[in-house]
């Protein structure tokens, strides 16, 4: 076996001869000592050495360190470094070079050989990582589909040359920009993109899509990578050209939607079946057999798509067309029932051909199916829009009385009320005249109660619009209708605390609460029960339909649940309840539900009345659209508005655009400067200040700078001092006065608007004495 050589590298030949020595010892070959750098180099090109044991202070204060980097640049070696001793600027210099070993003299010869031997040992595993690595980035580059590592922020980290080649890039360029911004040329991650669903929930993902700026149609695959938590922390990135699948697959559709387009401009149905009664094809008319004609999945089998059965038709009723085809090897006609959307049977004409292979084998039937009941359907469809129309003509009917009462009746109703007042005013209230006159005034506040209900039955009564948050307003009503109607029922409320606004009329929202709260308290009347009131924000993804036939869009909605368990609303008068004169009580005007419907619906929501189920009472949900307004932050202790001039100073234009938006939305007056100088200069001209809040570290003039002359320009003057640092660190150069505070990034605004009350208190209770 060859011995390994060692070259060495000592201005002491005394020292560099001991180390000769113990080397031979151990069975290594010495193939050179020198004194100098170009000694060294001379004797590593005559006779290449394993390693080099370097000393790093060299004759005439040549340096060692400089010898081992000429070394490295010509030759794969380990370098051990020997010293006497070492300064951390040696020590950090020779750091760069990576050494394999550090010996400080005077050492052993263990020492001498252990080093030794865990230098060769650590490049060899070095060397053999380098080859790995060689080897990996071969395969990572040669691989045809372009390939890109991605950490958890959407940075590439690594690309291999087919993505770089791809994309007409250097690799070195991209690595650290957003793979959305190199690969699609965006500003944010595709809709669908597969590393966002990875970093999601941690499993691979794909996506095919069309990428102009790589000119085809793509697969993204982002298989995670994971750390030793098994947390994904990044992808291997995945894109690969299926561009001539997509035109392959694009051209096949292309001759199925002709062949579906032929087939769905018959007007018939028409169906393809194979031999073993699956479906092969359809067209629009056989797809809406069953009342969709979008449905993109059809049941399997004709069986169950035409007769909604599990097994074949077995021709006691009626002759099976593909028994019959199979039979007769001829076309036959034959007359199904089959299910129509309406749940009965309606008779259709079957007329069944043969379906030949190019070998003139039976391979299935093409099923032409033609609805003979199209005239009933019609029929029906005429009478339910006659009931429809029916329906909007008596609406109309209301409305239009309803007008004319709101215009002529309340006129009446006004001089009847108001003179019986004036009349009350000047009698005996408690003598019989004005108990007379007070029954006129009861009476005709009762007509006017009952025109506003008919009124807001037909529309709505919405005349001043607002904000309105409705908890307050639930909570109110309820009570009031509790106080009157409830005794012996238990109320339960669970009103959610983010509940939306919405803008309505809050007089005609109490008014239909109030309706919709005492129809419960009423049907609890013989028994007394329990009313449960909730409230919530809702979305409704598609347009719904209501109890009285009306639609309503789809959107965000806050939504008021009345669930009493009272008798509850029979399912023969589910579509009359809301209709205006209907009442199951005897006393009953039957414009209470009615009422609350037209309100509910003019302010664009509905009415809506679940399902009734046997002993479980009545439940009634109130649907109003959600209000788009900004709710306005609360602070923690309110500060006067109006009696402070706050400077700002902060060189983040963000920082200082949301406080001055902030504290001027609370009446502040602010100033702001992104730089020191800038806000000395407005402290020199003599503006009112009574505040400052101060960033510490900017550049230009430092924080504590700014800090000390801001205190000798204006002494006495309060500061806010802010950093994202610790408050020791922050304020490490800054003496801070008992007045002033510290205040860390980052901050809530309740924290900077109590900083400003406890640090302006005297100000704030002297003006409060003032008012």
């Known amino acids: 076996m060859e011995k390994l050589k060692v070259l060495i590298i000592e201005d002491e030949w005394v020292v560099a001869k001991d180390i000769q020595v113990c080397l031979e010892s151990y069975g290594y070959a010495i193939c050179g000592i020198a004194a100098t750098c170009k000694a060294a180099l001379a004797m590593a090109a005559a006779d290449q050495p394993d390693l080099a044991l370097v000393d790093i202070i060299l004759q005439e204060d040549e340096c ?91 940075r590439i980290t690594r690309l291999n040359r087919t993505m770089a080649d791809r994309l007409h890039v250097n690799p070195d360029e991209v690595i650290g920009r957003h793979c959305y911004q190199v690969i699609h040329g965006s500003d944010q991650p595709p809709a669908d993109c597969p590393h966002t669903a990875m970093l999601a929930n941690g499993r691979a993902h794909s996506m095919e899509m069309e990428e102009k700026t790589l000119a085809g149609h793509f697969q993204f695959i982002a298989a995670p990578i994971k750390d030793v938590d098994g947390r994904s922390n990044g992808s291997v990135h995945i894109i690969r050209d299926i561009s001539e699948r997509k035109q392959a697959e694009q051209q096949q559709k292309k001759s199925q939607a002709m062949l579906q387009a032929v087939i769905d401009g018959v007007t018939d149905a028409v169906t393809v079946i194979g031999i073993d009664y699956r479906i092969l094809l359809a067209n629009r008319i056989s797809r809406a057999v069953h009342g969709d004609a979008s449905l993109a999945v059809l049941p399997e089998f004709c069986y169950q798509h035409l007769h909604e059965q599990g097994s074949p038709c077995t021709g006691t009723e009626h002759p099976c067309p593909m028994q019959e085809v199979l039979r007769l090897k001829t076309p036959v006609t034959t007359i199904h029932h089959h299910p129509a959307k309406n749940g009965k049977l309606c008779p259709v004409e079957l007329i069944a051909s043969p379906l030949l292979d190019d070998e003139d084998n039976l391979v299935g039937i093409i099923e032409v199916g033609r609805d003979i009941s199209e005239r009933l359907r019609l029929e029906k469809e005429r009478r339910e829009m006659e009931i429809r129309l029916f329906q909007q003509q008596k609406d109309d009917s209301i409305t239009t009385l309803a007008g004319g009462i709101a215009h002529d009746f309340n006129n009446t109703l006004t001089a009847v009320l108001g003179n019986a007042e004036l009349a009350q005013m000047k009698t005996e209230p408690h003598g019989e005249c004005g108990q007379h006159l007070q029954l006129i005034i009861n009476a005709a506040q009762h007509m006017a109660h009952l025109t506003s209900q008919l009124l807001a039955y037909a529309k709505g009564g919405k005349y001043r619009t607002e904000f309105l948050h409705l ?22 409320s669970n009103l959610a605390a983010d509940l939306g606004p919405v803008q309505a009329d809050a007089s005609q929202i109490r008014q239909m609460l109030v309706n919709i709260f005492n129809n419960a308290f009423e049907s609890m009347i013989k028994e007394p029960g329990v009313l449960t009131v909730r409230s919530m924000n809702v979305v409704h993804d598609l347009a719904f339909e209501t109890t009285m036939g009306r639609r309503c869009p789809a959107g965000e909605y806050v939504r008021i649940t009345v669930s009493d368990t009272g008798t509850g609303v029979p399912d023969d008068l589910r579509q009359k309840i809301f209709e205006p004169f209907f009442s199951t009580k005897f006393i009953g005007r039957g414009l209470g539900l009615a009422a609350a419907s037209g309100i509910a619906n003019n302010h664009g929501g509905c009415i809506l009345l679940d399902p009734a189920v046997a002993g479980m009472g009545a439940t009634f949900q109130i649907l109003l659209p959600r209000a788009k307004e900004v709710a306005r932050p609360q602070p923690a202790r309110r500060v006067k508005p109006g009696v402070l001039d706050i400077l700002v100073v902060d060189d983040s234009r963000e920082i200082l655009d949301l406080l001055q938006t902030m504290l001027v939305a609370h009446k502040f007056t602010v100033t702001t400067c992104d730089n020191g100088p800038a806000a000395l200069e407005f402290i020199r001209g003599g503006a009112p200040c009574d505040l400052v809040i101060l960033d510490v570290q900017m550049p230009t003039m430092s924080g504590s700078e700014v800090y000390a002359k801001l205190k000798q320009l204006r002494p006495g003057i309060r500061i806010l001092v802010n950093s994202g640092y610790d408050q020791e660190s922050a304020l490490a150069d800054i003496d801070l006065e008992k007045d002033d505070r510290f205040l860390r990034k980052p901050f809530r605004f309740a924290e900077i608007l109590l900083h400003i009350s406890q640090m302006t208190a005297r100000n704030t209770d002297h003006d409060k004495n003032d008012d």
Do not use: C
């Open 471 to 492: 908890n307050e307003i639930i909570a109110e009503t309820m009570a009031l209708a509790y106080k009157g109607k409830a005794s012996g029922n238990k109320v339960i």
């Open 64 to 154: 060692g360190i400089a010898t081992a980097e000429e070394l490295q640049k010509h030759y794969d070696l380990p370098i051990v470094f020997l010293t006497a001793f070492s300064t951390p600027e040696i020590m950090e210099r020779a750091k760069k070079t990576a050494p394999a070993g550090y010996l400080l003299k005077p050492f052993r010869d263990k020492e001498l050989i252990t080093t030794i031997e865990l230098a060769l040992h650590k490049h060899q595993l070095l060397a053999t990582i380098q080859k790995a690595k060689q080897d990996w980035e071969q395969t990572f580059d040669a691989m045809p589909d372009m390939v890109a590592i991605i950490d958890d922020q959407f």
